[in-house]
């Protein structure tokens, strides 16, 4: 099953449109887990298990692992997802780019050594640099668009022959990049009028959205302008909102109610 | 002593503006190499003793190790480099970017995990995603601008209010981006006419120029286009037609002959 196969069907299995971020920072997690010999991974797991059947993704961000070399508890996690919850898609966020050869590269630490079913990448470079990651059919490749961060649209928001560079970008990643039909774009929740253009742009094209919970993104916004016909289209991501619910030994349970919260809050609007 | 300061005391110790690319591919370094517990790093070993000499910075790509888990070869590489040749920056390319927290730990794995010189980092998601980077002082941050592929003007060359996106990134680098006298740029060399564009925009700020040997740049144009007016300003990277001169037993030696010759070429048009 390809990536957007296994997005549709959990979509609807699941009744949700949550993403779960693993962004687990050691010095963040519960105190009891510290000392453990994979720590991220044994965070990770509670929360696995309290939210594999409320979610459509589980998106671990790499910087968290690689930054204190924690890969192995990366790795750990992926194919726990894939044991327990093989409906549930794992997205790498990496924002990857680079020339063909290296990016080659990426996408063999995306897929290959993670086995992760999407990635998200950067546009910066073009087309050509995101070809090694395009090529793989079966796979989702993320676009940034419009980021979530409060700064985005230094660059994002530049006007280029009569609209922005983002809305462009959204053009360009729906159309020609599209040539396999496994793209999604980046657009965070903390700019939903902006992510309402980018709705009008791309069609049916999925959006992973950030920002919502710890960044302040507001949901009813975010579904009045990015739901497709069908009331789906949207992959809303939680991190810090969800897997730092609570600090004590109930933080699993209280990230399996935080997502059914936000489960709630998102098909009140759909 | 700070990157900017090394890079300035080994352009003068070295009589060298050349940066050795350390991407080794497991599937193309000679045989003998291949079934070494650690053999990238055998394979950068070699190359490193014979052109430590010759060059002003190493710059091993992250995807190389990453891809094929093998970061153990990457960190001993880099520590070998601090080891035998100190006064050698080491540029990690690894093309980051992301919301500040991410790109938190994106610099521990750059600075802290691999002790890395310099990184390089993407700007389209703005400033406040590179501050991170930014705010270590003593690190040398080079932001892409005009890169070394085919398709990097589809992006890069858009028009922005009158000038292309990628002189609005190198004015923003150059400018308030550089708050800590920190910054680099990328030019490819692929693109001279464009990279002496980005000289005149940015004034002394020096400049990674990937894209000779391999990727087919004019090194003639390049420092016609590229050098400040004390002789320098450009750290040219060569990887492939450098690190694969010979794939036999000879590689290191091969290496270091290719790089004298790459520094001889450069310096006759100096």
Same mark, same amino acid.
């Given at each position: ?16 449109? @949550?993403? #779960?971020? =693993? !962004?687990?920072?050691? +010095?963040? $997690? ?10 991220? %991974? ?45 409906? @549930?898609? #794992?997205? =790498? !966020?990496?924002?990857? +780019?680079? $020339? ?10 995306? %897929? ?47 006007? #280029? ?110």
């Amino acid at each position: 099953m390809t990536f957007m196969e296994k997005l549709k069907a959990v979509w609807k299995s699941s009744n949700s449109l @949550v993403c #779960v971020g =693993l !962004d687990p920072d050691v +010095a963040k $997690i519960p105190e009891h887990l510290r000392s453990a010999e994979h720590p991220l %991974f044994e965070f990770n797991k509670g929360i696995i298990d309290a939210t594999k059947d409320q979610v459509c993704a589980y998106k671990p961000q790499i910087a968290y692992y690689a930054g204190l070399n924690f890969d192995e508890d990366l790795l750990m996690t992926i194919r726990y997802i894939q044991e327990v919850a093989p409906q @549930v898609p #794992v997205i =790498l !966020d990496a924002k990857r +780019a680079d $020339i063909g050869a290296t990016s080659q590269m990426y996408a063999k630490e995306a %897929f290959e050594r993670y086995q992760a079913d999407a990635v998200t990448v950067n546009p910066y470079m073009g087309m050509d640099a995101l070809k090694p990651f395009l090529d793989h059919a079966d796979k989702g490749v993320i676009v940034l668009c419009r980021t979530s961060n409060p700064g985005a649209k230094e660059i994002q928001e530049l006007t #280029v022959e009569g609209e922005y560079l983002y809305q462009r970008v959204a053009r360009l990643v729906s159309g020609p990049w599209n040539y396999n039909n496994n793209t999604m774009l980046v657009a965070g929740a903390t700019f939903p009028a902006e992510l309402g253009q980018i709705r009008k742009i791309v069609g049916n094209t999925p959006l992973l959205v950030p920002g919502v919970g710890a960044q302040g993104g507001d949901v009813q916004a975010v579904l009045e302008n990015g739901l497709t016909e069908d009331k789906t289209g949207l992959v809303i991501n939680s991190s810090r909102g969800i897997i730092y619910a609570s600090s004590g030994k109930d933080f699993a349970e209280a990230a399996g109610e935080a997502t059914r919260k936000l489960n709630e809050q998102i098909n009140s609007f759909r």
